[in-house]
């Protein structure tokens, strides 16, 4: 009996460890109900991944808005982005900034290059933030579709702290938001209020979405950016802000259209959050700011 006790440990072992179709992460979920990959560190192979994108020859939009003082955190964010974003891949980054003699000279790895965008300032953070959608919409519709496979639009203050590859590329990409990662629906500050167009009613929803990093094909971001700046308008019309801005439209835009890839927040950190266990890596995260300090309004 303890021979063939011990084979079968033994057996066991090596099927988990040694099978390639193994569950890798069974501590985290990496589908959604409508199996969509989410991405965590272990569910994808590098190589592979690279052996099936590099060939196709893609390149990579990024935007990144830096207004005001928040052109300070463009060095770290592009110094870092270039050592560990879709490195070997074509990357185009164009950063929207009033402050264009402010934007750092970084030196750019092969294939990667760099376009700022003069782009009026405001007075209020929140219309920076919301005003993103439009200025996105119209990039897509003149210089993008057609001309490029992917965009990511990233938040300016973070920092990538390791790889970040073709793995995150999809048709529509969202980022799980790290703070609601795991959280039953009803606490996600989604906009609550039915006079928003951002509107979620409770026992709706499958996740909180960060609106620090969206994705995917131009066309389907084009569709994101479009639909988000015209409810954002309504909302105007009438008065209303949603709670936190384009990121609340953005869930409400996700909920009906959903990802086809979700990113776990191993692509969208803080680096004031405590890590949980099933934390293996921090790829991006949003570096820690003085609000007070840095926005142009309370
Ligand atoms: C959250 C979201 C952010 C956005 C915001 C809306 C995450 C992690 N962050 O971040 O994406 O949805 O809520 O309320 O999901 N900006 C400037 N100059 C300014 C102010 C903002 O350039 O004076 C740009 C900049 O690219 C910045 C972004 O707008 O990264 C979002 O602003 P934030 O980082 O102050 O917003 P925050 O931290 O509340």
């Known amino acids: 009996t303890i021979i063939i006790t011990a084979f079968l440990v033994v057996g066991l072992v090596f099927l988990r460890n040694y099978t390639p179709y193994r569950n890798s992460r069974p501590d985290v979920p990496t589908t959604s109900l409508w199996l969509a990959p989410i991405v965590w560190d272990g569910t994808f192979d590098v190589k592979m991944i690279d052996n099936i994108y590099k060939p196709k020859n893609i390149t990579v939009a990024t935007t990144v808005f830096a207004l005001g003082k928040y052109v300070r955190f463009l060095k770290d964010l592009l110094e870092s982005a270039e050592q560990h974003f879709m490195v ?10 009033d402050l264009p003699d402010k934007v750092p000279a970084v030196t750019m790895g092969e294939g990667h290059r760099l376009t700022v965008i003069k782009t009026a300032g405001s007075n209020r953070w929140q219309e920076i933030s919301l005003r ?21 639009s990233l938040d300016v203050d ?9 793995e995150s590329l999809g048709d529509l990409v969202g980022v799980l938001h790290a703070w609601f990662f795991g959280s039953y629906r009803n606490n996600f500050p989604y906009e609550r209020r039915p006079e928003s167009q951002a509107y979620i009613p409770y026992e709706e929803g499958d ?35 949603a709670a936190w801005q384009e990121e609340s439209h953005l869930n409400k835009y996700f909920l009906y259209n959903k990802p086809t890839k979700l990113l776990s927040p191993e692509y969208l950190w803080d680096d004031t959050k405590w890590k949980f266990n099933h934390m293996k890596v921090v790829r991006f995260s ?3 700011k003085n609000y007070a300090e840095i926005r142009p309004n309370p």
């Open 88 to 97: 070997g891949y074509r990357v185009h980054y164009y950063v929207f900034t």
């Open 286 to 288: 949003q570096v820690v």
């Open 132 to 152: 993103r959608m439009e200025l996105l919409e119209k990039l897509i519709k003149n210089e993008l579709m057609n001309k490029v496979d992917y965009i990511f």
């Open 207 to 241: 996740y909180y979405y960060g609106g620090a990093v969206i994705g995917g094909r131009p066309e389907n971001v084009y569709k994101l950016a479009k639909t988000c700046r015209m409810q954002l308008d309504v909302d105007r019309s009438n008065q209303i802000e």
């Open 158 to 166: 973070s920092k990538f702290y390791s790889h970040w590859g073709a």
